[in-house]
């Protein structure tokens, strides 16, 4: 299970380096699919220099490479059949109990830092926690969010958070979302 002290220390060394958490981790989970350094900086919108200096950085850094690594590869997120929403619902797990529990306390400041990352107000339709396959979408009045029911029957027996993206890009959207994490962890372990 991912916590916040793993997303924090990932952050802390980053900016250590003078490097942004976003950009980096967004290189790494491309870097995971096999993308190479120039499909890198045109997917991301680097310059081939940006792309270049953060995989020589992960190559170099070994440390944060496997930090990253390992808490990459450990949030699994699983995107699920759209049953007609006007977004992407993808469910991300392998989230701590703590860190569900922050998301669900704060999840408007979720929001607001994904809108900031991903500098689109409309990015997210809809955000929401599941615990042991039961959807919860704080702050939503109960007539809208009975449309997200059908939602449940997706996520039968499992727990983690829920986005529903519109526009959902694939690598760059779970960045801004691991991201955003980092800096609500940083709300509430300060």
Same mark, same amino acid.
């Given at each position: 299970?991912?916590?916040? @002290?793993?997303?924090?220390?990932?952050?802390?060394?980053?900016?250590?380096?003078?490097? $942004?958490?976003?950009?980096?981790?967004?290189?790494?989970?491309?870097?995971? &699919?096999?993308?190479?350094?120039? @499909?890198?900086?045109? $997917?991301?919108?680097?310059?081939?220099?940006?792309?270049?200096?953060?995989?020589?950085?992960? $190559?170099?850094? $070994?440390?944060?490479?496997?930090?990253?690594?390992?808490?990459?590869?450990?949030?699994?997120?699983?995107?699920?059949?759209?049953?007609?929403?006007?977004?992407?619902?993808?469910?991300?797990?392998?989230?701590?109990?703590?860190?569900?529990?922050?998301?669900?306390?704060?999840?408007?400041?979720?929001?607001?830092?994904?809108?900031?990352?991903?500098?689109?107000? &409309?990015?997210?339709?809809?955000?929401? +926690? +599941?615990?042991?396959?039961?959807?919860?979408?704080?702050?939503?009045?109960? &007539?809208?969010?009975?449309?997200?029911?059908?939602?449940?029957?997706?996520? @039968?027996?499992?727990?983690?958070?829920?986005?529903?993206?519109?526009?959902?890009? &694939?690598?760059?959207?779970?960045?801004?979302?691991?991201?955003?994490?980092?800096?609500?962890?940083?709300?509430?372990?300060?």
């Amino acid at each position: 299970m991912i916590s916040c @002290s793993e997303l924090l220390e990932l952050a802390r060394i980053t900016r250590k380096h003078g490097l $942004k958490p976003l950009e980096v981790i967004a290189v790494k989970l491309l870097l995971l &699919e096999n993308y190479g350094r120039v @499909s890198i900086a045109k $997917k991301l919108g680097f310059t081939e220099r940006q792309a270049r200096n953060i995989v020589d950085y992960l $190559k170099r850094e $070994k440390e944060i490479s496997l930090l990253m690594q390992r808490v990459l590869r450990g949030i699994e997120r699983r995107l699920l059949n759209d049953m007609g929403f006007t977004c992407k619902p993808a469910l991300y797990l392998n989230l701590a109990d703590n860190l569900l529990s922050i998301i669900q306390q704060k999840i408007i400041s979720l929001r607001d830092y994904i809108v900031i990352y991903s500098g689109n107000p &409309e990015k997210v339709e809809v955000l929401g +926690v +599941v615990k042991e396959g039961v959807l919860n979408i704080p702050g939503l009045p109960e &007539e809208i969010a009975e449309q997200y029911a059908k939602l449940n029957s997706l996520v @039968s027996g499992l727990t983690g958070a829920l986005v529903c993206w519109r526009n959902y890009s &694939e690598c760059i959207d779970d960045a801004i979302f691991i991201s955003s994490l980092i800096d609500l962890c940083g709300l509430t372990h300060t």
